[in-house]
């Protein structure tokens, strides 16, 4: 077993046995009960060492299943956003308030989380794909305001975030937290190109085209997985423009597949798109059925920056701000809004075609950067405002929510 899945091991183990401590200290659970928690906790957990050794077999060899083994394909590996969601939940909570909670309070709806110590937007590739190629849009369309919200004030405090950066502190609540390198190792890295193969019958000049997407998508997800941050970002306007770069590679990676998708999709017979789609249907009834839902339109931010309030009242407390600062607070809050404003009417997530759909994913990371860009702006020139002592105070907001 490799270094990589031996720590994510270590976090999902690290996070199990927190789970059940913390049960017997709500639960009053005795030995016995501590141990059917476990037991039921090591069984749902099977499915993740399932997915990383699909992970490991994708890495050789793109995926091949016959349509037949589809649903074991699915069920267990990263392709599933289900899977996914457990390891991301298990590396977002190892690093917070040491591993001890349930959910933290940046949580999408949909269970995953848009930041993972000091890394964004964790499988990004993959939830491009799952959209694009199949119409899944679980993963993808969760992100929105509350991961702008998250890096204003973010949830870990800088020992958390420099654990995730490594080496790693002295004491056992730091064990468990994952690198960033292994939190970065499991992006996808191929289309099922045989699958496709397999459904659509390619002519020759079909087979060409399908090779060259899967080449640029090989491509495209390496250069998002060459954002991986190689340290913490310590401060809100750092994590911003953390995130500035992570959704433009993210961008120009779906920009360099959009012509050799739209090639080889043009070249489809109206027959071979409809047992696409029939494979694409599959693909979502096999999420379904496996736990995952998809996400509605409403979910791409209208009902989620409504969980997390401004909390105007609270800076103005621990930061005991003059006019001049209350005046840059205001336009902060205005920025805020309109990022809200924008990443909640631009939602698409029922695009029908291929194209169609990579083109919906252009467009939201477009908004996406314009949001990120808009509160960044206003929050320098809220700093320029502030002391140090005043930053230190509004750094440690985001810290103290535990709900």
């Not at 490991?56 to 016959?66: F, K």
């Not at 975030?161 to 970065?184: D, K, T, V, W």
């Not at 309109?338 to 990579?358: F, K």
Request: proline share 5%; glycine share 8%; hydrophobic share 45%.
């Amino acid at each position: 077993m490799s270094k990589t899945r031996i720590g994510i091991a270590v976090v999902i183990l690290a996070t199990l046995l927190s789970d059940a401590a913390e049960a017997r200290m709500r639960l009053g659970m005795g030995p016995v009960g501590i141990a059917r928690f476990a037991v039921a906790h090591v069984l749902s957990l099977r499915r993740l060492r399932h997915a990383h050794a699909f992970v490991r077999h994708d890495r050789i060899r793109t995926a091949s299943a016959r349509p037949q083994d589809a649903p074991s394909m699915f069920d267990t590996g990263p392709g599933n956003p289900a899977v996914r969601r457990q390891i991301t939940a298990a590396g977002a909570l190892a690093g917070w308030h040491g591993g001890r909670t349930v959910n933290g309070w940046w949580r999408h709806s949909d269970g995953g989380y848009g930041w993972v110590g000091p890394l964004f937007w964790p499988f990004a590739i993959s939830d491009i794909h799952d959209y694009t190629m199949w119409g899944d849009g679980t993963g993808f369309w969760n992100y929105s305001y509350p991961d702008i919200y998250a890096a204003i004030f973010a949830p870990y405090g800088g020992d958390e975030l420099a654990a995730y950066a490594g080496p790693r502190p002295h004491g056992r609540r730091h064990r468990r937290i994952p690198s960033l390198a292994q939190l970065c190792s499991d992006e996808m890295t191929g289309l099922p190109v045989e699958q496709i193969r397999e459904a659509i019958a390619p002519n020759e000049v079909q087979r060409a085209a399908l090779d060259d997407l899967a080449g640029a998508w090989m491509q495209a997800s390496q250069m998002i997985r060459a954002t991986c941050p190689t340290k913490a970002s310590l401060t809100a306007s750092a994590r911003l423009a953390v995130m500035q770069q992570r959704i433009g590679t993210m961008m120009q990676a779906a920009l360099a597949v959009q012509a050799p998708l739209t090639k080889f999709y043009d070249l489809l017979e109206d027959e071979q798109e409809a047992r696409l789609n029939a494979l694409a249907e599959d693909r979502r009834k096999i999420s379904t059925s496996a736990g995952t839902t998809e996400v509605p339109a409403q979910e791409c931010g209208a009902a989620q920056p409504a969980a997390l309030p401004w909390p105007a009242a609270e800076i103005e407390a621990r930061l005991r701000l003059n006019d001049a600062q209350l005046t840059a607070l205001k336009a902060l809050q205005e920025a805020n809004a309109r990022a809200v404003d924008i990443l909640v009417s631009d939602c698409q997530p029922d695009a029908v075609t291929l194209p169609a759909r990579l083109d919906a994913v252009v467009g939201r990371l477009e908004a996406m950067q314009r949001a990120v860009y808009l509160v960044s702006a206003a929050l320098e020139d809220f700093y320029a405002t502030l002391s140090d002592e005043q930053k230190a105070q509004f750094e440690a907001i985001g810290q103290k929510r535990t709900t």
